[in-house]
């Protein structure tokens, strides 16, 4: 297999990480959220979102590549929430599920952990979907840990629970 890069996200690249948002929600989540939701996201659905914070500065984005296609993306900012503040928050690491278990989430992360670490962060922090257990695995061998904070939240239609993840930096 060709090397896998990452390299920091330009705003041209809204379309394919999106369409990379849409691919891994429709695997990952399939049981926790309902077929008829997941179904129906459109490959669109994240342009916006995305654009709007590399454009404003609120977000910083990394892909990861083989040979200039992109297969994965990750999407970071100050936390969205009050009590968080001042900790870095990864909004959404999202891989096309043909690309899991290939080390690519982990080349991101480092990527990730190396911004927070450059910026003085002390903290990064995550939400998860409760069930959600390959995430689970994947937070916890990055030294992530449950701080027993949950959120509830509406995906569609459906109520859901997130809990939040931490790793601490110092």
């Known amino acids: 297999m060709p090397k896998i890069r990452t390299r920091k996200a330009n705003i041209r690249e809204t379309a394919?990480?999106?369409?990379?948002?849409?691919?891994?929600?429709r695997k990952a989540y399939k049981g926790l959220l309902?077929?008829?939701?997941?179904?129906?996201?459109?490959?669109?659905?994240?342009?916006?979102?995305?654009t709007k914070g590399l454009e404003d500065n609120t977000m910083n984005a990394w892909v990861a590549t083989i040979?200039?296609?992109i297969i994965a993306c990750t999407c970071v900012g100050n936390s969205r929430y009050k009590e968080y503040e001042g900790q870095l928050e990864l909004i959404s690491i999202y891989v096309l599920p043909e690309y899991w278990n290939l080390g690519v989430g982990s080349l991101l992360i480092e990527e990730v952990l190396e911004y927070a670490v450059n910026n003085k962060y002390k903290e990064v922090g995550l939400w998860v979907l409760d069930g959600n257990s390959q995430a689970i695995r994947f937070y916890?061998?990055?030294?992530?840990?449950?701080n027993g904070d949950t959120i509830s939240c509406m995906?569609?239609?459906?109520?859901?629970?997130e809990k939040r993840y931490i790793k601490k930096l110092v």
């Open 140 to 146: 916890g061998k990055k030294g992530f840990f449950n």
């Open 16 to 25: 394919s990480m999106s369409i990379i948002h849409a691919n891994s929600w």
């Open 155 to 161: 995906i569609g239609k459906n109520s859901t629970t």
């Open 34 to 50: 309902p077929d008829e939701y997941l179904n129906g996201i459109q490959d669109t659905q994240w342009i916006n979102m995305i």
């Open 67 to 69: 040979e200039d296609i």
